[in-house]
T-cell receptor, first 113, second 113 residues
Framework: ELKVEQNPLFLSMQEGKNYTIYCNYS?????LYWYRQDPGKSLESLFV?????AVKQEGRLMASLDTKARLSTLHITAAVHDLSATYFC?????????????FGPGTRLSVLP | KAGVTQTPRYLIKTRGQQVTLSCSPI?????VSWYQQTPGQGLQFLFE???????NKGNFPGRFSGRQFSNSRSEMNVSTLELGDSALYLC????????????FGPGTRLTVT
């Protein structure tokens, strides 16, 4: 059974600081997805990582994928309050792509002024 | 292009009742997946439909069922509701082409009393 872990589960950081969220998964997969969820809202797609060594950046967020280590990271640079949300990584676990995502437990990020 | 829509957005039901939730995918998307989100269990995959056929099913009891119509709209039904069924139910649609991304609707918040 595919398991996806994230750490930390809770992260409180000050504006302007840098930090990294880690996502580990238990079986081989060459594609990983990062989502953001604001309280009471749905999931917003952030990044799609499709191969080993893939790196994507958008604003203050950068995601990378190491399929050999079964590890993805989401790096936050110079955090701002607007980044406060819960971040989920998800691994595509279906027999065929796009059928079944297994999500990590989420990292609740709080950026303090 | 309109996103994934879900109705109703909020629902309050009593134990023992049944409920039907509806999901309309993005135009052209033929795959619809359903997820349950609770504070304790996180995001869990319920089932996935493609061309009116259920292709994948998560580890949920038979009280949870679904179907998909020829226009790709999907419904999920929960019979004999239990308190533990209180959750945010999210629907996601996919084009099933690279990068096999899933796009999530706003969710239906179900409260069982």
């Amino acid at each position: 059974e595919l398991k996806v872990e994230q750490n930390p589960l809770f992260l409180s950081m000050q504006e302007g600081k840098n930090y990294t969220i880690y996502c580990n998964y238990s079986t081989t997969s060459d594609r990983l997805y990062w989502y953001r969820q604001d309280p009471g809202k749905s999931l917003e797609s952030l990044f799609v990582l499709l191969s080993n060594g893939a790196v994507k950046q958008e604003g203050r967020l950068m995601a990378s994928l190491d399929t050999k280590a079964r590890l993805s990271t989401l790096h936050i640079t110079a955090a701002v309050h607007d980044l406060s949300a819960t971040y989920f990584c998800a691994v595509d676990a279906g027999r065929n792509y796009g059928q079944n995502f297994v999500f990590g437990p989420g990292t609740r990020l709080s950026v303090l002024p | 292009k309109a996103g994934v829509t879900q109705t109703p957005r909020y629902l309050i039901k009593t134990r023992g009742q049944q409920v039907t939730l509806s999901c309309s995918p993005i135009s052209g998307h033929r795959s619809v997946s359903w997820y349950q989100q609770t504070p304790g269990q996180g995001l869990q995959f319920l089932f996935e439909y493609f061309s009116e056929t259920q292709r994948n099913k998560g580890n949920f009891p038979g009280r949870f069922s679904g179907r998909q119509f020829s226009n790709s709209r999907s419904e999920m039904n929960v019979s004999t509701l239990e308190l533990g069924d209180s959750a945010l139910y999210l629907c996601a649609s996919s084009l099933l082409l690279e990068p096999y991304e899933q796009y999530f609707g706003p969710g239906t918040r179900l409260t069982v009393t």
